[in-house]
Structure formats: structure tokens, C-alpha cells
């Protein structure tokens, strides 16, 4: 541990905002899932050192509970 991007918090509205612990700047994948682990969204963000907070649009989402993951970790949000 420690050398890894670490997704820490989501916040959902019309954006998906992302805080994101990195260790070295780059440029990393993410994905969102729907409930059935179907792949709805992929995008990439671009990471420097430390806490990043980074959006994506989800407006076009049908409200539901989805997952964000990047390559560490993932984490679960609900669109209303």
C-alpha cells in the first residue's frame, strides 16, 4: 500500500464528483456500473500527487445505485 490511487469519496448529482488520494501524477481509468454490473460509463481522469477531485457527467444515468471503480478500488453510489 501507500503507492496506490485510492478512491476515498463519491458525491452524486447531475456530475459524479470524485475524490481521489494519488501517489504520482497520471492518468487513470474509471468505470461506472449499474446494480447488474452491467459497464454504463467509462471515462479517464488525470491524477496529480495527492487529493484530486475530479468529475464526471452521469446525467444521462436513470436513477439507481451504481458503482464507481478505478483499477484500486470501488465504491457504491445512488443517482435520484
Do not use: C
Request: proline residues 2%; charged residues 15%; aromatic residues 8%.
Amino acid at each position: 500500500g501507500g503507492r496506490n490511487d485510492w478512491l476515498i469519496s463519491v458525491v452524486a448529482g447531475e456530475q459524479l464528483t470524485m475524490t481521489i488520494s494519488a501517489s504520482r501524477q497520471k492518468t487513470e481509468m474509471g468505470f461506472i456500473m449499474d446494480a447488474s454490473g452491467r459497464n454504463v460509463k467509462q471515462f479517464s481522469v488525470w491524477l496529480n500527487p495527492g487529493i484530486n477531485n475530479v468529475t464526471t457527467g452521469i446525467g444521462n444515468l436513470p436513477a439507481g445505485t451504481y458503482t464507481v471503480r478505478l483499477l484500486t478500488n470501488s465504491l457504491q453510489f445512488v443517482k435520484w
